[in-house]
């Protein structure tokens, strides 16, 4: 990375008479999202490999000396920069080398419909302004066959780089297809050493989004689950309460049938007395002792003999 100027606030040049705004309107919807791709990853929360204050930005001009006309790359990256909060207090509006105390680190070109010298003079302006990596993103290969080409500062002049990685930044870039604010392409990211893009907040929040309604899902179904075991238990349980029902039903009508022959046994055999006794056998809802009174009744003598029989 470039070293850092050491030019203190009281001997900042005067810049009232620099043209700061070149008007110039960006080239296309593409390209504007692109740039937004580039630089709202970094400040969405996203988990960026960077422990140094840094600022990155998109069409803000770059000048390293008063009467510098000044630069506007598509992106630019900046580690180890002054605080935020001092630049946003003096209203620093544009990259001044002599206030942020260095070139960026890494400037990104992206190629529009109408090419605008990326592989001539800017890459002679860039290494001039010492600035350590330079990338030219041409989606459309307007320039060459080559969609994405990387330069890397080596002494005045900047050499091609046979890959996106740069170490001194700790972070790289890759294309990536997929989808970005609804639409679907190939886009240029920026990624770990893996390889894997760094994902935006928005990506970061779809996927916790995901998660919870996968849980949600999978608590869903084990609630479905649940539910559909206590039904097979209440309909089991409904199908034994139905068959002692019938049970119960069967022993009623066998209890009717056992009372109505002891009653006309022992009317046979005792006349009236066997009223009292009856009354009394009536409650009995053992089916074997009503069984055993009914078998008995030819061989008793007496109704105290019968009331022995189911007292006991």
Same mark, same amino acid.
């Given at each position: 990375?470039?070293?850092?100027?050491?030019? &203190?606030?009281?001997?900042?040049?005067?810049?009232?008479?620099?043209?700061?705004?070149?008007?110039?309107? +960006?080239?296309?919807?593409?390209?504007?999202?692109?740039?937004?791709? &580039?630089?709202?990853?970094?400040? *969405?929360? $996203?988990?960026?490999?960077?422990?140094?204050?840094?600022?990155?930005?998109? %069409?803000?001009?770059?000048?390293?000396?008063?009467?510098?006309?000044?630069?506007?790359?598509?992106?630019?990256?900046?580690?180890?920069? /002054?605080?935020?909060?001092?630049?946003?207090?003096?209203?620093?509006?544009?990259?001044?080398?002599?206030?942020?105390?260095?070139?960026?680190?890494?400037?990104?070109? #992206?190629?529009?419909?109408?090419?605008?010298?990326? &592989?001539?003079?800017?890459?002679?302006?860039?290494?001039?302004?010492?600035?350590?990596?330079?990338?030219?993103?041409?989606? &459309?290969?307007?320039? *060459?066959?080559?969609?994405?080409?990387?330069?890397?500062?080596?002494?005045?002049?900047?050499?091609?780089?046979?890959?996106?990685?740069?170490? =001194?930044?700790?972070?790289?870039?890759?294309?990536?297809?997929?989808?970005?604010?609804?639409?679907?392409?190939?886009?240029?990211?920026?990624?770990?050493?893996?390889?894997?893009?760094?994902?935006?907040?928005?990506? /970061? $929040? $779809?996927?916790?989004? @995901?998660? #919870?309604?996968?849980?949600?899902?999978? #608590?869903?179904?084990?609630?479905?689950?649940?539910?559909?075991?206590?039904?097979?238990?209440?309909?089991?349980? +409904?199908? /034994?309460?139905?068959? %002692?029902?019938?049970?119960?039903?069967?022993?009623?009508?066998?209890?009717?049938?056992?009372?109505?022959?002891?009653?006309?046994?022992?009317?046979?055999?005792?006349? =009236?007395?066997?009223?009292?006794?009856?009354?009394?056998?009536?409650?009995?809802?053992?089916?074997?002792?009503?069984? $055993?009174?009914?078998?008995?009744?030819?061989?008793?003598?007496?109704?105290?003999?019968?009331?022995? @029989?189911? *007292?006991?």
């Amino acid at each position: 990375m470039s070293e850092k100027l050491t030019l &203190l606030p009281h001997e900042y040049p005067d810049t009232s008479n620099m043209i700061l705004e070149d008007d110039t309107p +960006l080239d296309s919807f593409i390209n504007e999202k692109q740039q937004r791709l &580039l630089t709202t990853v970094f400040y *969405s929360g $996203a988990e960026i490999p960077i422990n140094v204050p840094f600022i990155v930005a998109a %069409n803000v001009g770059l000048f390293s000396h008063v009467r510098d006309s000044g630069i506007v790359p598509d992106v630019f990256l900046s580690l180890n920069i /002054i605080d935020s909060k001092e630049w946003w207090e003096r209203n620093i509006r544009f990259y001044l080398f002599w206030e942020f105390g260095k070139p960026p680190d890494v400037v990104i070109e #992206i190629v529009s419909p109408t090419p605008g010298n990326e &592989l001539e003079s800017k890459l002679t302006d860039y290494a001039e302004l010492r600035i350590p990596y330079y990338v030219v993103y041409d989606p &459309l290969q307007k320039l *060459s066959q080559t969609v994405l080409q990387v330069f890397q500062l080596q002494f005045n002049s900047y050499v091609p780089k046979n890959d996106a990685w740069f170490a =001194d930044v700790n972070l790289g870039l890759t294309l990536w297809n997929g989808v970005f604010e609804n639409l679907n392409g190939t886009w240029l990211r920026w990624c770990y050493e893996s390889g894997n893009v760094i994902k935006t907040g928005d990506e /970061i $929040a $779809a996927e916790k989004n @995901l998660e #919870i309604s996968q849980k949600n899902l999978e #608590i869903s179904q084990k609630d479905t689950e649940v539910s559909q075991k206590n039904l097979e238990i209440f309909q089991k349980n +409904l199908e /034994i309460y139905q068959k %002692n029902l019938e049970i119960s039903q069967k022993d009623v009508q066998i209890k009717q049938a056992l009372l109505l022959a002891i009653e006309m046994g022992l009317k046979l055999k005792f006349g =009236d007395e066997y009223v009292g006794i009856l009354s009394d056998i009536s409650q009995i809802d053992d089916l074997k002792l009503l069984e $055993a009174i009914t078998s008995q009744i030819p061989q008793i003598s007496s109704t105290d003999e019968l009331r022995k @029989l189911y *007292s006991e």
